[in-house]
């Protein structure tokens, strides 16, 4: 059985920093994109950052625009762990953020309909 499993998450202030992690189990995701999404209360579920596995053998990183330099996503392919490494937090990062995976990209990388396993999401607060 797949599983998807986010930790890391917390209540921090304003200028802080934390790093998630997705452990990812039930078969091997080497070659899966996987990548994390957030929801703000009220707000739509939103792309944040993905790694792919390209041609070279190496992971690529990809960001939605607005969090380019202060989010890092890495990834260890051999334990199957993606990490999300939030820098200079704000009050507008609060969400919960998710781990996603997709066995096969068929479609854009930044839309959630394209992965088709989720965690169950850890919750970020960042007070003022």
């Known amino acids: 059985q797949v599983q998807l499993v986010e930790s890391g998450g917390g209540l921090v202030q304003a200028g802080d920093s934390l790093r998630l992690s997705c452990a990812a189990s039930?078969?091997?995701?080497?070659?899966?994109?996987m990548g994390w999404f957030r929801q703000a209360p009220g707000k739509e579920r939103e792309f944040v950052a993905c790694t792919r596995w390209s041609a070279d053998n190496v992971y690529g990183a990809y960001y939605t625009n607005s969090l380019k330099g202060r989010f890092t996503i890495s990834r260890d392919g051999s334990k199957n762990t993606v990490f999300l490494k939030m820098n200079n937090l704000k009050p507008e990062d609060t969400a919960i953020y998710y781990c996603?995976?997709?066995?096969?990209?068929?479609?854009?990388?930044?839309?959630?309909?394209?992965?088709?396993?989720w965690g169950q999401g850890t919750q970020v607060t960042v007070s003022s």
């Open positions: 039930g078969r091997t995701f080497t070659t899966d994109t």
């Open positions: 996603a995976a997709a066995s096969y990209m068929s479609g854009a990388y930044d839309s959630s309909y394209n992965y088709n396993y």
